[in-house]
């Protein structure tokens, strides 16, 4: 298993993310989200190693989610399958970056704290 970024090369976090990686000498592959989505099954793998809720990960204010209605959605254990659904036939929700590490663990790089965290 080797480092994995989930990005947009379009997005000035992500550039950040994948230049700190660069900086810290942490080899990774890179993974273009939009280009390449990822299946419900890889999300709920991405969604465990960050311990988190695919709510928790949705950028709900891109125009998909208003046209989905997403902010209207219930954020319990019985909902988690519609968001997760909902992500990857709509991988623009994807908050970005994700930042997979070697060993399982995961962070969504978007501050300098992320960031501190990937090594």
Same mark, same amino acid.
């Given at each position: 298993?080797?480092?994995?970024?989930? !990005?947009?090369?379009?997005?000035?976090?992500?550039?950040?993310?994948?230049? !700190?990686? #660069?900086?810290?000498?942490?080899?990774?592959?890179?993974?273009?989200?939009? #280009?390449?989505?990822?299946?419900?099954?890889?999300?709920?793998?991405?969604?465990?190693?960050?311990?988190?809720?695919?709510?928790?990960?949705?950028?709900?204010?891109?125009?998909?989610?208003?046209?989905?209605?997403?902010?209207?959605?219930?954020?319990?254990?019985? #909902?988690?399958?519609?968001?997760?659904?909902?992500?990857?036939?709509?991988?623009?929700?994807?908050?970005?970056?994700?930042?997979?590490?070697?060993?399982?663990?995961?962070?969504?790089?978007?501050?300098?704290?992320?960031?501190?965290?990937?090594?």
């Amino acid at each position: 298993m080797t480092t994995e970024i989930w !990005h947009n090369p379009r997005c000035t976090k992500s550039r950040n993310a994948m230049a !700190h990686l #660069d900086a810290a000498g942490i080899e990774y592959t890179e993974r273009r989200y939009l #280009d390449d989505p990822p299946t419900a099954a890889e999300l709920r793998d991405v969604l465990k190693r960050l311990g988190a809720e695919p709510w928790d990960i949705t950028r709900t204010g891109e125009q998909v989610a208003k046209d989905l209605g997403i902010s209207g959605w219930g954020r319990t254990a019985a #909902d988690r399958d519609r968001w997760i659904d909902a992500l990857a036939a709509n991988p623009k929700l994807i908050q970005r970056p994700i930042v997979l590490r070697d060993g399982g663990g995961a962070v969504v790089a978007r501050t300098d704290e992320a960031l501190r965290n990937l090594g």
